[in-house]
């Protein structure tokens, strides 16, 4: 291959690789794996039912807002706390009302039942 083809080469591999870092941090970077979220059994127990703490957390360092989970309604014994975690439709739930939350500072809640529920991270907005 010719020198002054592989300098093109070069050039537009470079380009590409400028290119896709903007648009990167044009969204932060940040991207739905970010959001952490993790549960724990309390070792409590509400009316036969354990009870499970939930942390979501924001690994990226821009904040991520209208953080929606897959969550098919919390089912819970005890009250869950719906400005930490509210039922939108019969599929989806809504973190803090859509405010954003910033790394560092996790949300939490708890619920009780007889297992555990998943809660996969369905959006989450960037803010920087």
């Given amino acids: 291959m010719a020198y002054g083809a592989k300098a093109t080469i070069l ?23 970010d959001i952490v979220i993790t549960q724990k059994n309390t070792g409590k ?11 979501i957390e924001n690994k990226c360092s821009c904040s991520q807002a209208n953080v929606k989970v897959r969550c098919f309604g919390v089912h819970s014994v005890e ?18 009302d859509g405010k954003p939350i910033t790394k560092g500072s996790p949300v939490t809640f708890t619920y009780a039942a007889k297992t555990p529920q998943d809660f996969p991270v369905v959006n989450a907005k960037p803010q920087c």
């Fill in 11 to 33: 050039l537009f591999l470079a380009a590409l690789i400028g290119f896709h870092v903007q648009a990167g941090n044009a969204q932060g970077g940040c991207q739905l794996s």
């Fill in 45 to 55: 127990v509400v009316e036969g039912q354990a009870q499970y703490r939930v942390t």
């Fill in 79 to 96: 009250p869950v706390d719906k400005s930490k975690i509210r039922p939108m439709d019969s599929e989806l739930c809504i973190i803090v």
